[in-house]
């Protein structure tokens, strides 16, 4: 069974028939969903969005259940949905921006400005949704379209990047680094998870390829990028606009509690203004990047003028408007069985005499073969259907006739949403640590033991010129190791104030000296 043949349904039943009816009526309607349960919420709006593919905004309460509702709506449609997070490690604290968070905004942004016909699901949360961005046509105007057989310097670009605030580096490791190394250029763009590294034949653009940062391998090739700088820096001026004002008109916008929404906006933006007060005139001068509240932020006032713009769907427990069309849903939650297959079998069975479906949704085939086993053992007459996606919370929808269980929930285990990996921040050790290293520094290395650091150079290897690292072990011995091999090399971690004893290259005393810490572990 396919997940899209419940959607088909529920694209024809009459209450998202209606529900595309009442938002496509008038000017901003009002909508409230009422009766939702568990992933039904993420179901019903993939639903309408299958019905009428257009842009779509997703406010969830707070950052974590934003990340769960995503994963459901990534399953349910089998497409990326774009993340909008806000720019801090912690709400409202510009002082400590993260750069993964940063690159995803930047993505969401990019993304809008090259949207095709079919609409955009973009979810975020109220903190994300407080933050300003900068305006289409500012963004236009600082982002750098690149793509094979331009012709373009090197030079330009070198320029380019530096004037919109890229760091010129030995290697990428984070967004807004470049490096150049004859004629290939690496950019950590603030539209792209991954680097692209861009092979130039003279001034003409050979090819273009995202790369891992670790392993510093070749991903896909790609024939147009996007480079976009860091846009909550600089870019950020008295022009800055919310999201509401960047998304197309006629975008719907659906909220999970519209009060509690405004209220987080409005005393975070006190918070970010009573921190910007409390700064000194020397801390804000040191650190250009921090921006006045008053152009990073909007307040609640505003985005609660601003949703009056657009269609609006409210759906969760508490609602806000007065003037709302209300529909109605019949649904309840999976029940509880803790793991007694003989409640959940006279339940499939109470649900067979109500003429309710069972469907059995889980992305792991080894859980479906479990439970046959299981039904089979007890009672051979139980039938259920499986269905090829994992969600959040299941739910029975008694006007469908259908109960959608979970895997997760009948054998009472943890559910932790599944996001695309993204930049993140971990991946980069490694070229960070190469980049901070300092000739004499003692590194491990998997294979070889204890060596020291002496420094990057360039070999020539099969005809080709590589930067290859330097390694120094016993008795002077010389280990010269590829980049792309990075991830065999660590700082080394010992007792801090000993000096560690070098190991001697072509032994195996290394190799036993793991067989027995491997040992001792185990034991």
């Given amino acids: 069974m396919n997940i899209r043949d419940i959607l088909e349904r529920y694209k024809a039943d009459e209450r998202i028939t209606g529900l595309a009816k009442a938002l496509n009526a008038g000017k901003s309607p009002r909508v409230q969903l009422r009766g939702l349960v568990g992933s039904g919420d993420a179901a019903m709006a993939t639903a309408l969005y299958f019905l009428q593919h257009k842009h779509m905004i997703f406010v ?95 030079d330009f670009i070198n320029e380019f990047l530096v004037e919109y605030d ?29 680097p692209y590294r861009i092979e130039f034949f003279g001034d003409l ?52 509690d519209v009060q509690f929404t405004l209220d987080i906006i409005q005393s975070g933006h006190k918070k970010a203004t009573a921190l910007w007060k409390a700064l000194s005139a020397e801390e804000k001068n040191q650190n250009p990047d921090w921006i006045d509240p008053k152009f990073a932020f ?78 089979d053992d007890l009672d051979k007459t139980v039938k259920f259907t499986p269905v090829n996606i994992s969600i959040r919370e299941g739910f029975i929808d008694r006007e469908q006739k259908l109960a959608c269980y979970t895997d997760h929930q009948i054998f009472d285990r943890y559910y932790k949403y599944k996001l695309k990996k993204g930049y993140q ?27 020291k650091y002496a420094g990057l150079e360039k070999v020539e290897v099969n005809g080709k010129t590589q930067e290859m690292i330097r390694l120094v072990y016993a008795d002077n011995d010389l280990l010269y190791v ?25 032994t195996d005393t290394w190799e036993r000296l793991k067989k027995t810490t491997k040992k001792k572990l185990r034991t």
């Fill in 166 to 194: 890229f760091d010129r580096v030995d290697f990428v490791y984070e967004p807004g680094q470049f490096s150049i190394r004859g004629g290939i250029v690496d950019i950590f763009s603030f539209s792209h998870d991954l």
């Fill in 205 to 256: 653009i050979e090819s273009i390829r995202t790369f891992e940062i670790e392993s510093q391998l070749s991903v896909e090739q790609v024939k147009q990028i996007t480079i976009v700088p860091n846009v909550q820096s600089k870019f950020l001026t008295e022009n800055n606009i919310s999201l509401l004002e960047y998304v197309e008109a006629g975008s719907q916008v659906w909220i999970k």
């Fill in 425 to 451: 921040r971990s991946q980069a050790i490694t070229l960070k640590e190469l980049r901070e290293l300092k000739p004499g520094d003692f590194i491990t290395h998997i294979d070889h033991g204890i060596g």
């Fill in 482 to 506: 590829n980049i792309n091999s990075l991830n065999r090399i660590s700082k080394y971690s010992g007792k801090e104030g000993t000096e560690p004893r070098m190991n001697k290259l072509g």
């Fill in 298 to 375: 909007t307040d609640e006032k505003l985005i609660a003028d601003q949703l009056h713009d657009f269609p609006l769907v409210e759906f969760g427990k508490q609602f806000f408007y007065n003037d709302a069309q209300v529909i109605n849903f019949d649904m309840r939650p999976q029940p509880s069985f803790n793991k007694d297959f003989t409640l959940l079998i006279h339940n499939f069975k109470a649900n067979e005499a109500d003429k309710i479906e069972n469907f059995i949704l889980t992305d792991s085939a080894k859980q479906v073969e479990r439970l046959y086993a299981i039904l």
């Fill in 60 to 154: 969830l309460p707070e950052r974590e259940e934003a990340a769960y509702f995503m994963s459901d709506l990534e399953s349910l449609t089998g497409k990326d949905i774009l993340f909008f997070p806000s720019s801090y490690r912690k709400p409202f604290e510009f002082t400590q921006p993260d750069s993964s968070n940063v690159l995803a905004r930047a993505e969401v942004l990019n993304e809008l400005n090259h949207a095709t016909e079919y609409g955009q699901l973009i979810v975020t949360y109220p903190e994300a949704l407080a933050e300003k961005v900068i305006d289409r046509s500012s963004l236009e105007k600082n982002t750098l379209e690149i793509g094979i057989n331009n012709k373009l310097s090197i």
